[in-house]
């Protein structure tokens, strides 16, 4: 199939239609599949999923830097809108859990006669140990109380970070993307909460294409014109890391997936049928919403619904996201119809 040529409209539209499967594989990563209870079946939509938050990581970038002249007048206009479109609704998702056992508890209190010792110890336990934890490192000391958004607390210290992102970019050029890709491949970490490596390398990746857009191109024309190297290679390093996953080494191969599977992942949106494309950056909308919904409860009550169901164990992992989807589309669909207002502030003004 011949490649379409790429301008502006057409990488707002396949990064926006990007997004969607994207937002399925996060679901699929939630499923916390394994080897052990899920089979090769298992690892495999493991692995593949773990392209999809350093995309969207890619993608924040190349759109943090876009468009103007990065100074320090539009470094803090940027950082006032992130703070409706990322801090205001961050915090409101991760206090939603936190009312909601609140609330089951107090409803035990009132119409069920229950003890108030553990409503006065959850409360106790949160206030002791630091509430801030809430919305830094509270769910297994990494991640945020609804631990999805831990994407987004990253998002949002590397655009605090961003003047040190935009000079790294403008002084090493392509060697600073290299030396990143190989820290990557090599499994070097942060170790700070807050600062994950992914953060790091796709954000400053997504702003190096943003910056030099004029030498590199889009991500898109990066994804065209090197296709015959990044299908392959994603396709390859997956291969190798299922085969070799119990490995020292494998990590390598893993890494190696998700440096060329974000490419390999926009080159597919080039093969998509237009009307698929616009279908799908129209659902776009909904992806923040559906981020931060699906693993408060959605996903978990899909699945003991299916589970009913006594399906075979490979087809629920394979359709349980799916349908966790679909369900949480609904519910935004619903809230856009009754409570848009209500909605845009969950959102961040994205409906």
Excluded at 54 to 77: A, D, M, N, T, W
Excluded at 135 to 144: K, L
Excluded at 157 to 181: D, E, F, N, Q, T
Aim: hydrophobic content about 50%; aromatic content about 16%.
């Amino acid at each position: 199939m011949t490649s379409r040529p790429i301008n502006k409209e057409k990488m707002s539209s396949y990064s926006n239609a990007l997004k969607v499967p994207m937002i399925i594989l996060v679901i699929f990563v939630h499923e916390n599949l394994n080897l052990t209870s899920d089979g090769y079946l298992g690892l495999m939509l493991a692995a593949i999923s773990n392209v999809a938050v350093p995309v969207f990581f890619l993608i924040s970038g190349y759109y943090f830097f876009y468009g103007h002249q990065f100074c320090k007048e539009e470094y803090f206009r940027k950082l006032i809108k992130r703070s409706r479109t990322l801090l205001l609704p961050y915090l409101i998702w991760n206090i939603l859990p936190m009312m909601n056992i609140v609330a089951g508890n107090l409803f035990s209190i009132i119409f069920k006669g229950k003890s108030t010792e553990a409503l006065q110890t959850y409360l106790a336990d949160l206030w002791n140990n630091g509430i801030w934890h809430v919305w830094w490192d509270i769910t297994g000391g990494t991640m945020p109380y609804d631990s999805p958004l831990w994407y987004v607390r990253d998002l949002m210290v590397m655009c605090i970070l961003s003047p040190i992102a935009y000079l790294y970019i403008k002084r090493l050029k392509s060697w600073g993307v290299s030396i990143l890709a190989i820290l990557y491949l090599a499994g070097v970490n942060t170790g700070v909460v807050g600062l994950s490596m992914s953060a790091i390398v796709f954000f400053i990746l997504g702003g190096h294409f943003s910056i030099n857009v004029a030498i590199t191109g889009s991500p898109c024309d990066f994804a065209l014109k090197w296709r015959w190297a990044v299908v392959p290679m994603a396709a390859l390093s997956l291969v190798l890391y299922l085969l070799f996953h119990d490995q020292s080494y494998a990590h390598i191969c893993q890494m190696s997936y998700i440096l060329s599977g974000v490419f390999a992942s926009y080159y597919l949106m080039n093969l998509m049928p237009e009307k698929m494309l616009k279908k799908m950056s129209v659902m776009a909308s909904s992806v923040f919403f559906i981020y931060a919904l699906h693993n408060t409860c959605v996903l978990a009550w899909c699945g003991g619904m299916i589970n009913r169901l006594s399906l075979p164990h490979y087809f629920v992992i394979v359709i349980l996201p799916f349908v966790t989807f679909v369900v949480c589309y609904a519910l935004y669909y619903l809230l856009k119809k009754a409570l848009p207002q209500v909605l845009a502030v969950l959102c961040g003004g994205r409906i």
